[in-house]
């Protein structure tokens, strides 16, 4: 099933909230019996969402596998409730590549006896999530639909169990506060088939009823004052008359916005076309999370991800003029709130470039020390990105419980002056047949701010700066075997050259 949030950006999320996509679907039960009750019947449930709400700055996407006994531990329901286990959970993101903007397509997949979850982001290849092996009383396919149910007691003749479309859903006021969700264009696709068969219904999970389609288990709580309408390859999930309707940017309580920041902390001088950091930090009375804007006197400014309450926020500039420029900043809360404006900060931009330059040196541990591979040149007088690759010797490049371990320094003693700026790094291993396979980056660290992972992950306009002397120890996860060498790859650009 493909999912997107595209447009949903002006939506409100309050704690206890969130905001999912995807399907659940039913597995068949087990062979039970009723008369005697010598063992109960259990179906099955398979979850795989994407999630919003206010734990992430971005979707995340959710698994979940559920045994369910339906009509109670002694298949005496109604006189005993329901009892529902969890088998298996998983919960996965990806930030920055997983976006509010991107298409999702969700992969749930039986062989004979695994179920694989998987993921398609965007143009991204598939990626493998999580796998589950089937237990002994579990049958390794979706139920799509059964006709001519049966039931000694209750009648089901003609009712038909098919897939559950979550949508926005609360656990703290359904059935007073609800959301209108739209679900397009709903169909499924047979395994060995190659054309799609659409959803021909709708139909309503209002009431505690819910419980015998498991809708307990795969919304929060039982959809309460929830209706369904159908139209041709459409449906629309709403609130009943029994709760308002929440309007896309009604706020749920009252709130206050964040304090105007502190003063913009940084260089009071620099060079023209040289980035530098600003910092500033400010609390939110709520304690909602804040997003800084920076405003760089030059008519252009820059906003940072989202921080938590009284947690400094930073962001980098480059002036292309020589003059006096005037940095402030404001916050924004997670409800869209602005802060007023902090007081200004002032920095002098000269013309005449730092003397001396460098460029990053890469070192691969062996096992005992480091071995010295050299200056990477990506000096570039225009700014724009270098890529470059190393190529590193097998008896080189130590592996210790699955990791191998690189370190980037700008520079070199007796410099002045050293500044690169690192958009992406990579570790290639090399198979006895010359091909390679990428070994993900799994930790980044540098000696003064720590943890900058996000930014060495991909090509794009978030990037590390590296001054003199400074390091980042990067951890790569080596999956291949047998490996003949490796190469190290590097995009990145240093302006100024010795």
């Known amino acids: 099933m493909t999912v997107s949030f595209k447009g949903t950006d002006n939506s409100i999320i309050q704690d206890g909230n969130a905001l999912a996509a995807g399907i659940a679907i039913q597995g068949p039960s087990n062979s039970g019996s009723i008369y005697p009750p010598v063992s109960p019947f259990i179906d099955f449930g398979y979850t795989m969402l994407l999630v919003v709400d206010n734990q992430y700055d971005w979707p995340y996407i959710e698994g979940a596998v559920w045994s369910i006994y339906e009509w109670g531990l002694d298949n005496m329901w109604p006189q005993e409730p329901p009892v529902i286990y969890l088998e298996a959970h998983f919960s996965w993101e990806f930030p920055y590549v997983l976006t509010m903007d991107s298409e999702v397509t969700l992969i749930m997949n039986w062989n004979s006896d695994v179920l694989s979850f998987s993921a398609i982001i965007d143009d991204y290849p598939e990626y493998p999530i999580y796998a589950l092996v089937r237990s002994n009383i579990q049958h390794n396919y979706f139920m799509l639909g059964t006709s001519n149910r049966e039931h000694p007691i209750i009648p089901l003749t003609g009712t038909v169990k098919f897939f559950q479309f979550p949508g926005a859903w609360s656990t703290e006021n359904i059935g007073q506060t609800g959301w209108h969700s739209y679900l397009s264009y709903p169909g499924f696709i047979w395994t060995g088939e190659s054309s799609w068969r659409n959803v021909g219904f709708a139909y309503s999970v209002n009431g505690t009823t819910s419980w015998l389609d498991n809708t307990v288990t ?57 980035q530098y950091l600003y910092t500033t930090s400010t609390t939110d009375p709520e304690g909602d999370k804040v997003m800084y804007e920076f405003d760089w006197g030059d008519g252009s400014t820059t906003t940072t991800v989202w921080r938590a309450s009284g947690e400094t926020g930073g962001a980098y500039h480059m002036w292309q003029s020589s003059g006096v420029f005037y940095i402030q900043a404001r916050a924004k809360d997670s409800y869209g709130w602005w802060s007023g404006w902090s007081p200004y900060h002032q920095v002098q931009i000269v013309e005449q470039p730092p003397s001396g330059g460098g460029c990053p040196t890469l070192f691969v541990w062996n096992g005992n020390n ?129």
């Open 218 to 274: 795969w919304g929060g709580i039982c959809y309460d004052n929830v209706n369904a309408d159908y139209s041709y390859q459409h449906v629309h999930f709403y609130p009943t008359s029994n709760g308002p309707t929440l309007q896309p940017d009604t706020l749920l309580w009252h709130n206050n916005p964040p304090n105007a920041p502190a003063t913009p902390d940084g260089k009071a001088s620099g060079y023209r076309s040289v």
């Open 370 to 498: 480091y071995v010295d591979y050299g200056v990477i040149d990506i000096h570039n007088p225009s700014g724009e990105d270098l890529v470059k690759e190393v190529p590193i010797q097998v008896q080189d490049l130590a592996v210790c419980n699955g990791l191998a371990k690189l370190r980037l320094r700008e520079g070199w003693p007796g410099l002045n002056f050293s500044e690169s700026f690192i958009d992406q790094v990579k570790l290639y291993a090399i198979d006895n047949n010359g091909n390679r396979h990428l070994c993900p980056l799994s930790s980044a660290q540098h000696n003064l701010r720590g943890n900058v992972l996000l930014p060495l992950l991909m090509s794009d306009n978030y990037k590390l700066q590296l001054l003199l002397l400074e390091t980042v120890d990067l951890k790569f996860m080596m999956l291949c075997q047998n490996t003949k060498g490796f190469t190290f790859l590097i995009e990145g650009c240093s302006l100024y050259k010795v």
